[in-house]
């Protein structure tokens, strides 16, 4: 059957507007460390700071939890591990990180997650995976040893490296966990009805380790300061919670829903991009010319072995595709 004009200019649009979300999303979630250091930086511990985000977000998005409210008789395991895994532990793990390194290094780092995947896929799993993911991997690999100028004795503070590193294994852990997601027969849930409870079992978690009761409020009423300008803290707070959470995750959710994974995967690559220049400008961070360089090849490499395509007639391996899965990767950076 021929093709409507009207249908070609109407898929077009969609996907122009699902490129438009996308870039806000990278642009919100890019964000979200440069707001977070200065308060840190303030007083505020980094749990506490990822309490304060998570609780602030789950309580906006509390009505969707509300309108699926059947979703956890349904899908227990699976908010559990986003809840545990891709709110909770990406977060306190990436926040923590940002305290010792550079935003941009321990952005870089987290992005090794789709590299540390594929290496799960072929050696636990003990499933193919194509050429071009492992070529994703050793590239993803290559850049990192740039960006930690290996060369230098590994300059950056070690425990900051590895709570980036654990970020990125948290990441791991809820895609492998939700491999099965879609199983046989098996209704997909509704992306933002996941991001709902997830936002609140993180919460809930939080709570307990990061005990906000004991956080100095009085951070709150000051200033923070990016780059010697003064800034209220609660205004850090409020664009971490509303824009670079609650606004990031829906722009995610609705662009993923418009374009390929292939093509929100490219863009989700931006997110770092956008992180190191923000902490740039912003913060004062500059990397040096070999940490940029390698930034890109970690970059690529992550895309690559994000986006590969499996080997004809093998199975799927965890890693390529599936827009619940690539919503569990845009769910960390941040």
Do not use: N
């Not at 956890?72 to 709110?87: D, E, H, I, S, T």
């Not at 540390?116 to 499933?127: A, E, I, N």
């Not at 800034?231 to 722009?251: C, E, F, K, Q």
């Amino acid at each position: 059957m021929p093709v409507r004009t009207s249908e070609i200019g109407h898929g077009s649009r969609g996907k122009g507007m699902g490129l438009g979300l996308a870039l806000v999303s990278a642009l919100a979630f890019g964000g979200s460390g440069v707001a977070a250091k200065p308060l840190i930086e303030a007083g505020l511990d980094p749990l506490h700071v990822v309490w304060l985000r998570v609780a602030g977000a789950a309580v906006v998005m509390l009505p969707l939890a509300v309108k699926h409210r059947a979703l956890p008789r349904r899908r227990p395991a699976l908010l559990a591990g986003f809840g545990l895994l891709a709110v909770a532990g990406v977060q306190a793990c990436y926040f923590a990180a940002l305290s010792r390194i550079p935003v941009g290094v321990a952005l870089l780092v987290e992005y090794l997650a789709p590299a540390l995947v594929l290496g799960w896929v072929r050696f636990v799993q003990r499933r193919p995976v194509t050429r071009a993911a492992a070529l994703g991997v050793v590239l993803a690999a290559g850049g990192l040893a740039c960006v930690v100028e290996v060369w230098s004795g590994l300059s950056f503070d070690a425990l900051g490296l590895l709570l980036a590193l654990g970020a990125a294994c948290c990441q791991v852990g809820y895609f492998v966990l939700s491999d099965p997601g879609a199983g046989a027969g098996d209704e997909t849930p509704d992306p933002l009805g996941v991001i709902a409870y997830g936002l609140l079992v993180g919460a809930a978690v939080l709570t307990v380790v990061a005990r906000p009761w004991t956080m100095d409020w009085s951070v709150l009423a000051g200033s923070a300061h990016l780059k010697g300008t003064a800034v209220p803290a609660v205004a850090l707070l409020a664009w971490i919670v509303l824009i670079a959470t609650v606004v990031a995750y829906i722009t995610g959710v609705l662009s993923v829903r418009r374009l390929s994974p292939q093509v929100a995967g490219v863009v989700a690559c931006l997110e770092a991009v956008i992180a190191t220049v923000l902490a740039w400008v912003l913060l004062g961070e500059r990397l040096s010319v070999p940490q940029v360089a390698g930034g890109a090849v970690v970059l690529v490499g992550a895309f690559i072995a994000q986006s590969s395509a499996p080997a004809k007639g093998t199975p799927e391996p965890v890693a390529s595709g599936g827009a619940e899965r690539e919503l569990s990767a845009r769910g960390t950076a941040a």
